[in-house]
T-cell receptor
Framework: SQQGEEDPQALSIQEGENATMNCSYK?????LQWYRQNSGRGLVHLIL?????REKHSGRLRVTLDTSKKSSSLLITASRAADTASYFC?????????FGPGTRLSVLP | ETGVTQSPTHLIKTRGQQVTLRCSSQ?????VSWYQQALGQGPQFIFQ???????GRGNFPPRFSGLQFPNYSSELNVNALELDDSALYLC??????????FGPGTRLLVL
């Protein structure tokens, strides 16, 4: 399996509900980042969490990091149709960032 | 808008041809990384350049090569194109190893 893996692979929710996506990784990291991608376009950076941090918030986003379990979660609260996208976690491994296969989120109006 | 631009946006080539993709860096970003993203997959790291030197490489053959210029813009060259090279190619720039800012990508189709 890959360094970073998100689950679930796909998630479908109603507008207004919360969406939670998880990411697991294998090796030690300095930081973990979450990105969003709309319809095969460029990735948009959402949030970076460092290995010595446990939780971070940005607007409707909440990210947690558990280095003992090598896992992270991304929570999107009060979801909107515009949140429909693929979400990726990326971990720094040496000189590069390793992305998981992503979670495809569909928010239905 | 991340301030990172890529050209061209779309490209069609045939097997065996060569292609050059370009990426302009956001001001002050001296690191550029290139990724290949196949349909339905996450981006796969190709290589990274820091101050015009290659600074790390993923599991891609030597026919994938790159350049970074003094203004920190960059090129990705792919020789002897294969059908499996069809993908979205993304560049990302950063200041050191911090947050990477992605361009919109170049979609390459190899026939």
């Amino acid at each position: 399996s890959q360094q970073g893996e998100e689950d679930p692979q796909a998630l479908s929710i109603q507008e207004g509900e919360n969406a939670t996506m998880n990411c697991s990784y294998k090796t030690s990291i300095n930081n973990l980042q979450w990105y969003r991608q709309n319809s095969g376009r460029g990735l948009v950076h959402l949030i970076l969490i460092r290995s010595n941090e446990r939780e971070k918030h940005s607007g409707r986003l909440r990210v947690t990091l558990d280095t003992s379990k090598k896992s992270s979660s991304l929570l999107i609260t009060a979801s909107r149709a515009a949140d429909t996208a693929s979400y990726f976690c990326a971990t720094d491994v040496g000189q590069n960032f390793v992305f998981g296969p992503g979670t495809r989120l569909s928010v239905l109006p | 808008e991340t301030g990172v631009t890529q050209s061209p946006t779309h490209l069609i080539k045939t097997r065996g041809q060569q292609v050059t993709l370009r990426c302009s860096s956001q001001s002050g970003h001296n690191t550029v990384s290139w990724y290949q993203q196949a349909l339905g997959q996450g981006p796969q790291f190709i290589f990274q350049y820091y101050r015009e030197e290659e600074n790390g490489r993923g599991n891609f053959p030597p026919r994938f090569s790159g350049l970074q210029f003094p203004n920190y813009s960059s090129e990705l060259n792919v020789n002897a194109l294969e059908l499996d090279d069809s993908a979205l190619y993304l560049c990302a720039t950063a200041r050191q190893q911090e947050t990477q800012y992605f361009g919109p990508g170049t979609r390459l189709l190899v026939l």
